[in-house]
């Protein structure tokens, strides 16, 4: 079972920048496509991003497009998020998560994806 740790969540003022990283142990990980999540408190934890597992292929939701970047090191087995730009409503609890049962595209819902790292808050002040 793979294990992942997220870091990088902070505190940050509107417009500013943050990058998170997960770093992934106990499995194979370039063989996952990952993903990152996000929860605001009351609401329902939404897709941000993923990677396939060349870091060939990227997706990304219409809120963060254009601001947020994915990437991944297949050799240091992590996973990163860029956040520019970064506005009120991007404050929640940041997830990694990694889709290990494999689908034939980058998966969006929350349910594909099989193994979760613990959260990292990141809060952006106006």
């Known amino acids: 079972q793979v294990q992942l740790v997220e870091s990088g969540g902070g505190l940050v003022q509107a417009g500013g920048s943050l990058r998170l990283s997960c770093a992934a142990s106990g499995g194979t990980f370039v063989t996952y496509a990952m993903g990152w999540f996000r929860q605001a408190p009351g609401k329902e934890r939404e897709f941000v991003a993923a990677?396939?597992?060349?870091?060939?292929?990227?997706y990304y939701a219409d809120s963060v497009s254009g601001r947020f970047t994915i990437s991944r090191d297949n050799y240091k087995n992590t996973v990163d998020l860029q956040m520019n730009s970064l506005k009120p409503e991007d404050t929640a609890v940041y997830y990694c998560?990694?889709?290990?049962?494999?689908?034939?595209?980058?998966?969006?819902?929350?349910?594909?994806?099989?193994?979760w790292g613990q959260g990292t808050q990141v809060t952006v002040s106006s």
């Open positions: 990677v396939s597992w060349s870091g060939g292929s990227t």
């Open positions: 998560a990694a889709d290990i049962d494999g689908h034939t595209s980058l998966v969006v819902r929350s349910l594909e994806y099989d193994s």
